[in-house]
């Protein structure tokens, strides 16, 4: 068996893949992406395409809870076309796990209660991942996968 030199050692784990360095810096990265995630329900549940655009990357790419794959222009649709008036918009719970100091993974489910265009009340539950990146100091979303929850009883 051969040894590693102590330079070989200290390269090796200083460039080993792991989490974020720091449990301080992921706190604040937490924070962060809870704010955004929760400004996003927000902004569905109002139907504002600017603020939900403004957290998408340009080459966002995603899955709609009816198995669709969807790109940032298409998302936007969907909600600017949508028929349903969304009373309601929460997060359930949200777990944030930090990969590096510009990349993390959401996982999360939410709750919509509301009204459909035939004026019928809803409440309806989704499990999401939503993957974020930093780029140039600003976080976006640049995936989403997005399934509906069975009904609770």
Known sequence: MKLLTPFLAITLIAFAPGPCARAEDNTAIENKLKQMENAWEKAWQTKDTAALG?????????????GERQNKSQLLNELKTMTDTVSSSVNDSLEVHVYSPNLAMVVGTSTEKGMDKDRKAFTRSFGWVDTWMQRNGKWECIGEAVVALPDKK
């Not at 403004?54 to 009816?66: F, Q, V």
Request: net charge negative; hydrophobic share 40%; proline share 0%.
């Open 54 to 66: 403004s957290m998408l990357a340009d080459d966002y790419a995603g899955m709609s809870s009816k």
